[in-house]
């Protein structure tokens, strides 16, 4: 911006004598621009913000799930209900004694799952924080530091991690 005023002053100059009103279209040219900017990083601090609210959300929702919904989910196994009768006259069950079915689930790979999730989330919507908090992908990297963080944090904080 400086050197684009410094070459218009120098351009009028060289043109005529009377660099005054040159001068004053230089100074609103910058007024403009300097107002231009301020308002754009207001406007983008709430899409900022949005991404971040968002994220954490996503978060609470893994947290929900994982603290509440699969282990009320993997309790669920109720014996007797599952496949035929064993020929021996019991009833099959799998693996862990629970019988086959609701309770079958894999716990640990749906919340390994979770967090994988959560660190692609967290990594794409650091990018696009960057892009439209900065201007460029590249300054989206320490919205990614940030939201990794604050997605190890969150699986740490809820025993999954």
């Not at 007024?31 to 959300?57: D, G």
Request: proline residues 5%; neutral net charge.
């Amino acid at each position: 911006m400086m050197s684009r005023a410094v070459a218009l002053v120098t351009n009028a100059v060289r043109a005529s004598g009377d660099i005054g009103p040159v001068l004053r279209i230089a100074a609103d040219e910058s007024r403009a621009t300097w107002s231009l900017r301020r308002e754009r990083r207001q406007v983008m601090l709430t899409y900022l913000i949005v991404i971040y609210i968002s994220f954490l959300v996503f978060l609470g929702i893994i947290a929900a799930l994982s603290v509440s919904f699969i282990p009320a989910i993997e309790s669920a196994g109720v014996p007797g209900s599952g496949g035929p009768p064993d020929p021996g006259g019991g009833v099959p069950s799998g693996p862990s004694g629970i019988t086959e079915g609701l309770g079958g689930i894999d716990a640990a790979g749906y919340e390994q799952l979770f967090f994988h999730a959560a660190a692609i989330q967290a990594t794409c919507s650091g990018l696009v924080a960057g892009q439209l908090g900065e201007g460029s992908v590249r300054d989206g990297v320490k919205h990614v530091v940030v939201l990794l963080a604050l997605t190890l944090v969150a699986f740490l904080a809820i025993g999954v991690a």
